[in-house]
């Protein structure tokens, strides 16, 4: 029996699907493949926010499980949309990397030592909200591509092809900002000049986890369910990973929030207790609003009700008004 496991082509989704493949096929004893499945973000271009958020790059990968051209699907947590999809379950949360943003910079800047008027460049409002909102003096531009094109848009980054100015394409920016565990898993962190501490910006829901699905039926939680693969999927689980991305989940799903509104959260467990923090931000970065909270509630059920009450929170202290959080 191969195990067949669909991926989006990026070099990115290759790497990280890769070593989940890697680890599937030896806990499991069985023959893994990778198939290549092209998604609506790899196809259209133009502002992720403007396209339908980073849920585009999910749907194709979803109805590759449906159709069953593939077994398992891997995603970067962050990119699920809240809503279940009807007859897929995420079977496993590996354990979660480098939850952090951070700063690749020329010269090895940090945000603090940008000059004013430097050009930083993201294609997340989130990001966007909490750069303006700590040095409004700075110009945060949109843009798109993969982790290499985004770095080569910088000056002087270790691994760069061209030291070519070639606006929009290579060069051009002060700085970009990405998240460690993508570039943990390239082994590109020599580029990074500043990781952002949580209290500066919070990163996306589910952000450095990984989500592992497959056809509800295939998944371990399913009563029934013992076959080799589920067993494969149920060992590579990691508890405390699904218990924090459940809070922050249930966040983003308790504001009715898209994949592109201006929202971080992230929980982590620290003893008996999962402490959750979350932030809403207007996109130009002036209004922001902040809330934590914690439980001892260490059941998925726990951490819903934990996301829950902390939305319930920040849309007690304006975050609707502040904030598009239907951006989709």
């Not at 990001?127 to 985004?150: C, F, H, K, S, Y």
């Not at 270790?158 to 990405?178: M, R, Y």
């Amino acid at each position: 029996m191969t195990i067949r496991i669909g991926t989006r082509a990026s070099k990115l989704a290759l790497t990280q699907t890769q070593q989940t493949a890697d680890q599937l096929a030896t806990v499991g004893g069985f023959p893994v493949e990778l198939v290549h499945i092209k998604t609506e973000g790899d196809v259209r271009t133009g502002s992720l926010s403007q396209m339908g958020g980073t849920g585009v790059f999910v749907a194709a990968l979803r109805d590759a499980l449906l159709a069953e051209t593939c077994d398992v699907a891997v995603h970067s947590l962050k990119d699920l949309p809240t809503g279940a999809a009807v007859g897929l379950s995420i079977a496993a949360t590996p354990k979660r990397v480098d939850v952090r943003d951070v700063l690749c910079a020329r010269d090895g800047l940090t945000l603090a030592e940008l000059p004013g008027g430097a050009k930083v460049g993201t294609g997340s409002p989130r990001r966007a909200a909490q750069l303006r909102a700590a040095r409004p003096d700075i110009e945060v531009l949109d843009i798109r591509g993969n982790v290499d094109t985004r770095l080569g848009r910088v000056p002087g980054l270790p691994g760069n092809v061209t030291d070519q100015v070639v606006p929009g394409k290579s060069c051009d920016l002060d700085a970009v900002v990405l998240a460690a565990a993508g570039l943990e898993r390239m082994d590109r962190l020599d580029t990074v000049s500043e990781f952002f501490e949580t209290d500066v910006m919070l990163p996306a829901p589910g952000q450095g986890a990984l989500a592992i699905e497959c056809r509800t039926a295939d998944a371990p939680q399913v009563e029934g369910s013992n076959g080799v693969l589920a067993q494969a999927l149920a060992a590579l689980n990691d508890d405390d990973t699904r218990l924090a991305v459940t809070a922050e989940r249930a966040v983003l799903a308790r504001l009715e929030a898209g994949c592109a509104a201006p929202v971080g959260a992230y929980a982590f467990r620290k003893g008996s207790i999962l402490h959750l923090e979350a932030v809403v931000c207007a996109v130009d970065g002036t209004k922001t609003v902040r809330e934590k909270k914690a439980t001892d509630g260490l059941t998925e059920v726990g951490a819903t009700l934990l996301g829950i009450e902390v939305a319930e929170l920040l849309l007690a202290a304006g975050a609707a008004e502040i904030a598009d959080l239907a951006a989709s």
